[in-house]
């Protein structure tokens, strides 16, 4: 049959193509040398040197340099190789430095310690109340610390301040009754405590008032007395008072008993005092002679 067309005759393509058949195999079912998806270079895409069947580059979507994914190229390494600087603000890894204009916890002070370390010592008291008082206005406001320091140092000198006061009003007290061996007087009366003969002390008592005893006669040991003396100073005191004042002494009830002291009593030496006394087992309430 004829190509209606103007073939070539004895076509079977009824279209008038020239050339192979694109989609012709071989016996093998290779597709031919004119099936793109078989050729050679410039063939199909993925191969080696595969062609794009459309004409654009082998690879579409990739990007100058080779870099996989079009993705920018990385940014040149730093000098050194240390990697990209530490972003601001940070200083070595040790944080941010603390803001400027913030102000140190304040300190504890010095004078409120001492303060309450001089109350606590002997016979300081005074100190302690002077320092407390200064550690109370240093400490005002909170400038610094250490103010309960100052007023317990306050509160406790102000009692040994107190007690040193009364102790030594006592002892003034003690002092000025206490009576001197060179200075007794017979006639005086006292309150004493001989249970130990070494601490005996006359205490000057109105006779009045309720007393241990009353001193009866007193004298200076001498060279003419001192054998005397050292043998039994209590002879020498009835040797001092006379007939009608031993016989007024006899007479008091309970019996009165006849003592003597002396300033060393164990080395008994001239120019050392005598001074004989008596006393009552009960509180006596009026002079004995």
Do not use: W
């Not at 195999?25 to 078989?38: C, E, H, L, M, V």
């Not at 040994?160 to 006639?187: K, M, P, R, Y």
């Not at 008032?209 to 005397?228: F, Y």
Request: hydrophobic share 30%; charged share 15%; glycine share 16%.
């Amino acid at each position: 049959m004829s190509d209606p067309y103007g073939g070539n005759g004895g076509s079977d393509n009824p279209y008038g193509s020239q050339g192979d058949d694109p989609f012709k195999k071989d016996p093998a079912g290779n597709p031919s040398a004119g099936d793109p998806a078989g050729s050679t270079p410039g063939g199909a895409p993925g191969g080696p040197g595969g062609g794009n069947p459309y004409g654009g580059p082998s690879n579409p979507y990739g990007a100058p340099g080779g870099q996989p994914g079009g993705y920018p190229p990385p940014p040149p390494a730093q000098p050194g190789g240390y990697g990209a600087p530490p972003p601001p603000g940070s200083f070595g890894g040790y944080g941010a430095p603390a803001p400027f204009g913030n102000e140190l916890p304040p300190k504890t002070d010095g004078v409120s310690i001492a303060s309450l370390v001089t109350a606590l010592l002997c016979c300081t008291g005074p100190v302690a109340v002077v320092l407390g008082i200064v550690g109370i206005r240093r400490t005002k406001g909170g400038q610094r610390k250490g103010r309960g320091l100052a007023i317990a140092g306050l509160a406790i000198g102000v009692l040994a301040t107190i007690g040193l006061i009364g102790g030594g009003i006592a002892i003034a007290v003690f002092a000025q009754s206490a009576i001197s061996l060179d200075e007794a007087e017979a006639g005086q009366c006292f309150n004493t405590s001989d249970d130990n003969p070494d601490t005996i002390v006359l205490l000057e008592k109105d006779c009045t008032e309720k007393h241990d005893g009353e001193i009866i006669a007193t004298t200076e040991v001498t060279a003419e007395n001192l054998d005397a003396a050292k043998d039994q100073s209590a002879s020498i005191c009835a040797s001092l008072v006379d007939e009608d004042q031993l016989q007024q002494l006899d007479a008091v009830r309970p019996p009165l008993d006849f003592k003597a002291i002396t300033e060393t009593p164990d080395d008994i030496g001239v120019g050392d005092h005598i001074v004989c006394y008596v006393t009552s087992d009960t509180k006596l309430t009026a002079p004995v002679l």
